[in-house]
């Protein structure tokens, strides 16, 4: 599988991490869209939420502790956006379950 995220989470192409524990990882976007935008991503290749199953459990919390720990660290305390897309008519654009975390400024509704 040629997926660009599975190489970041395998540390093939030098992206810097700004977050890692036992299977995610969260680096910034290319394309911010806030001041603070980072994507929290499994290591282990999931299309999309749709993938999810049973056995994640575990996966989905490591992923809240992420965005508790980086809100934290990148002192969103006065609040921040988690989004994912499923799917190309919501926008996913790369096949690889992942969040976007925003913050840092005023983000408005309805967010598309």
Same mark, same amino acid.
């Given at each position: 599988?040629?997926?660009?995220?599975?190489?970041?989470?395998?540390?093939?192409?030098?992206?810097? /991490?700004? =977050? @890692?524990? $036992?299977?995610? #990882?969260?680096?910034?976007?290319?394309?911010? *869209?806030?001041?603070?935008?980072?994507?929290?991503?499994?290591?282990?290749?999931?299309?999309?939420?749709?993938?999810?199953?049973?056995?994640?459990?575990? /996966?989905? =919390? @490591?992923? $809240?502790?992420? #965005?508790?720990?980086?809100?934290?660290?990148? *002192?969103?305390?006065?609040?921040?956006?988690?989004?994912?897309?499923?799917?190309?008519?919501?926008?996913?654009?790369?096949?690889?379950?992942?969040?976007? /975390?925003?913050?840092?400024?005023?983000?408005?509704?309805?967010?598309?």
């Amino acid at each position: 599988m040629d997926c660009i995220f599975c190489k970041i989470a395998n540390k093939e192409l030098g992206t810097e /991490l700004v =977050y @890692e524990s $036992g299977s995610v #990882v969260a680096f910034h976007d290319i394309n911010p *869209q806030a001041p603070v935008h980072i994507l929290i991503i499994p290591k282990r290749h999931l299309a999309d939420l749709g993938e999810i199953s049973p056995e994640d459990e575990s /996966l989905l =919390y @490591e992923i $809240g502790v992420a #965005v508790k720990e980086l809100a934290a660290k990148y *002192q969103l305390k006065d609040g921040y956006r988690l989004v994912t897309n499923c799917g190309p008519a919501a926008g996913q654009t790369v096949q690889h379950l992942h969040f976007h /975390l925003l913050g840092g400024r005023e983000l408005g509704w309805p967010p598309g």
